[in-house]
């Protein structure tokens, strides 16, 4: 059992269309964070939430972490094809030990 | 200049080899990690350091032993190389402050 579940593990939309992905887990957390890879590349942090019921906003990006700090969601409005990309939800599990989830495979069709 | 930095991108070897991947940061920070991701994209934890220092040594086969010359390197050398070991080798930088993650662009490691 994974300690961070994210799904779906593939999403494939057309461009303009609004999505949502999902990090979950059983454990509460201090932190949250959301990564994005591209192909070819490592992760980049989007964000980190720390506050439960905490929203953030990255231009078309939103991200919510949950009430009791134990789920977090990210929604695209109108994905582009620039969005393409795999997303990472990732928590600090001891004090340098950095987990991942298996993460969410976007795909925006022009 | 590249924060963090890795070599060689590409490793195409034999099994039963022997090689050895190299990362170097610039951040300044203390802490740096490997990390291995499978072809299904799963991104898991293998080693951390911090100043030097072993932190976590995940279920990870002895054949893997990372080390740390200086604050500003974390190496990984794989013994006797295995078909399963064929991933995309990540090394990467943490900021202890924000708890920030910065990422090498990775070594796909190939074994035939």
Redesign the interface.
Known sequence: TQLLEQSPQFLSIQEGENLTVYCNSSSVFSSLQWYRQEPGEGPVLLVTVVTGGEVKKLKRLTFQFGDARKDSSLHITAAQPGDTGLYLCATRYNNNDMRFGAGTRLTVKP | DTA?SQTPKYLVTQMGNDKSIKCEQNLGHD?M?W?KQDS??????MF?Y?NKEL??NETVPNRFSPKSPDKAHLNLHINSLELGDSAVY?C?V?DSN????F????SRLTVL
């Open positions: 963090v802490t990690y990390y299904k994209k799963f991104l898991k934890i951390s911090n932190i976590i990540f990467a943490g924000t708890g920030e993650l990422f090498g662009e990775g």
